[in-house]
């Protein structure tokens, strides 16, 4: 399957497909960790959502992407380790959940106001299409406080997973071996 535009009846020229850009630069400092890179890809699709800081929890996350309720630490540790590095801005909110929100780089954050998300002249970045996240794992909507985010598919469990789309976006730059659920998938 192939993913790079969507047909324009009334034109003959192809339209770009909706993409969320991963900077270049978090994928080089990430490079050997393709789970970071599939966390920061999961705030930025919810990010371009609701434009603004979203209430995520490590939970809401598993279960979007593994499709079972789980306090996951590998993905807690990813969260502090981008918070920690800059890559995303987290604002404690009412209750549990951080309100995150990716960067461009350390202390260059997303602008949703602005035209491609207020992206720096220079930033470099890799497209993963949108259809990758919203197909093939679903949809999020999260709620704020201690609710569960609420997840949307029309399929029973997700097909990928974080590992995954965190390799995905690493095809562009390193020589990493694309999982069985991406050749299965035909995303690669």
């Known amino acids: 399957m192939s993913f790079p535009y969507y047909r324009n009846e009334r034109h003959a020229e192809p339209r770009p497909q909706p993409y969320v850009p991963v900077p270049e630069r978090l994928l080089r400092a990430f490079a050997h960790d393709p789970l970071a890179v599939g966390v920061y890809l999961a705030v930025a699709r919810c990010a371009l959502?609701?434009?603004?800081?979203?209430?995520?929890?490590?939970?809401?996350?598993?279960?979007?992407?593994?499709?079972?309720r789980t306090r996951n630490g590998a993905i807690l540790r990813r969260i502090r380790t981008l918070v920690a590095t800059g890559w995303l801005i987290a604002e404690h909110g009412q209750a549990i959940k951080l309100r995150l929100f990716p960067a461009w780089a350390p202390d260059q954050p997303w602008n949703p106001d602005a035209p491609q998300v207020g992206k720096p002249t220079g930033v470099r970045v890799r497209r993963v299409p949108l259809d990758l996240l919203d197909s093939y794992v679903g949809r999020i909507d999260p709620q704020p406080g201690r609710r569960a985010a609420l997840i949307t598919r029309y399929i029973d469990r997700p097909l990928l997973d974080l590992v995954d789309l965190g390799t995905y976006a690493l095809t562009a730059?390193?020589?990493?071996?694309?999982?069985?659920?991406?050749?299965?998938?035909?995303?690669?």
């Open 173 to 188: 730059l390193t020589m990493i071996a694309p999982t069985p659920r991406l050749m299965l998938a035909g995303a690669v």
């Open 49 to 68: 959502s609701t434009r603004g800081p979203i209430p995520l929890s490590p939970a809401d996350i598993s279960d979007w992407f593994t499709g079972t």
